[in-house]
C-alpha cells in the first residue's frame, strides 16, 4: 500500500513539474475580445535595441468560430505552429502546445537581438473545427493577419572605451504606451537615481539603486499614466540629465 501511495506522490509532483515548466508567461489580464473572435495583444511590441537582452509577452484568446467552405464552424482547439518573422537573434515559446477557444494564453519572445528594422510577425496555427457530420477536421495552417510589430533599433552607440563620463540615451520606444527604457553609462560605481513628473512639477515615480561601471537600462512601467507629457531626470552623485518623454493611449 505505501508503494503505491509513494508512486502517486511521485507521479503528482512530476505533473506539477511538468505545469510549472511550460508555464514561461504570464497573459495579460487586461487583454479583452472586444467583440472580434478572438484577440491579441498588443499588436506593437516593446521597441528592442540590437545586442541588449529582450523579453515581451504576446498575450493570445483563440476564437471560438472559424469560416470554412463557405460555413461557419466551431473550433475546438488551435495548435501554435509558428512565429514567422522574427528578428534574427529571438526565439518564441507558447505556454501551451495547444490553445483552446475563448480561454487565455500567451508566447513569450525572448533573446538578443542582432539586426536592426522593423519585423511584422505573423503567428500561424492550425486550427482543428468541429463539423455536424463529419466530426473534427484539422484545417490548413493560418497565419494571423494584424501581425504583432516588433520594432529594433540600432546599437545605443555608448562606447565605453571613449566614454569616460556619466550619460544618459534618450528613451525608447517614444512615445510609449505602456513601457519605456531609459538607457545610461556610468565610469564607475554609483547611485542612480531614477524620478518621473508630470508636467505640474508632481513626482510620479522613483526609483533608485547602485551600478558598477557599464551600460544598463531603467525599465520604466507608466501603463497607469494618463497620456500626456512627462519629464523624467537621471542622476548620479555628480550630475543629472533631463529628458521629455510622451505617454500615448
Known amino acids: 500500500m505505501k508503494r503505491i501511495i509513494d508512486s502517486l506522490i511521485i507521479i503528482i509532483i512530476t505533473a506539477m513539474a511538468g505545469t510549472v515548466i511550460s508555464a514561461q508567461c504570464v497573459p495579460d489580464p487586461g487583454c479583452e475580445d472586444t467583440g472580434v473572435p478572438g484577440q491579441i495583444c498588443p499588436r506593437s511590441l516593446d521597441t528592442a535595441t540590437v545586442n541588449v537582452s529582450y523579453e515581451a509577452i504576446i498575450t493570445v484568446i483563440p476564437p471560438s468560430i472559424f469560416p470554412y467552405l463557405g460555413d461557419t464552424l466551431e473550433i475546438v482547439y488551435i495548435e501554435v505552429d509558428t512565429v514567422m518573422n522574427l528578428p534574427p537573434g529571438i526565439e518564441y515559446e507558447a505556454s501551451a502546445d495547444t490553445f483552446f477557444a475563448d480561454t487565455t494564453y500567451c508566447i513569450r519572445i525572448f533573446g538578443t537581438p542582432t539586426v536592426e ?119 548620479n552623485t555628480s550630475a543629472f540629465f533631463t529628458g521629455k518623454f510622451i505617454k500615448s493611449r
Open 117 to 235: 528594422g522593423s519585423y511584422a510577425l505573423g503567428i500561424q496555427v492550425s486550427p482543428t473545427i468541429k463539423h455536424e457530420l463529419i466530426g473534427k477536421i484539422k484545417a490548413d495552417p493560418i497565419t494571423d493577419d494584424t501581425s504583432v510589430v516588433m520594432v529594433v533599433n540600432g546599437a545605443s552607440g555608448i562606447d565605453p572605451y571613449e566614454i569616460t563620463e556619466f550619460h544618459v540615451l534618450q528613451n525608447i520606444p517614444n512615445p510609449f504606451s505602456e513601457v519605456t527604457k531609459i538607457g545610461f553609462y556610468t565610469p564607475f560605481d554609483d547611485k542612480i537615481e531614477l524620478k518621473v513628473y508630470n508636467i505640474l512639477g508632481e513626482l510620479m515615480y522613483e526609483e533608485t539603486d547602485g551600478y558598477p561601471p557599464g551600460e544598463y537600462y531603467f525599465r520604466f512601467n507608466g501603463k497607469e499614466l494618463l497620456p500626456g507629457t512627462y519629464f523624467y531626470r537621471v542622476t
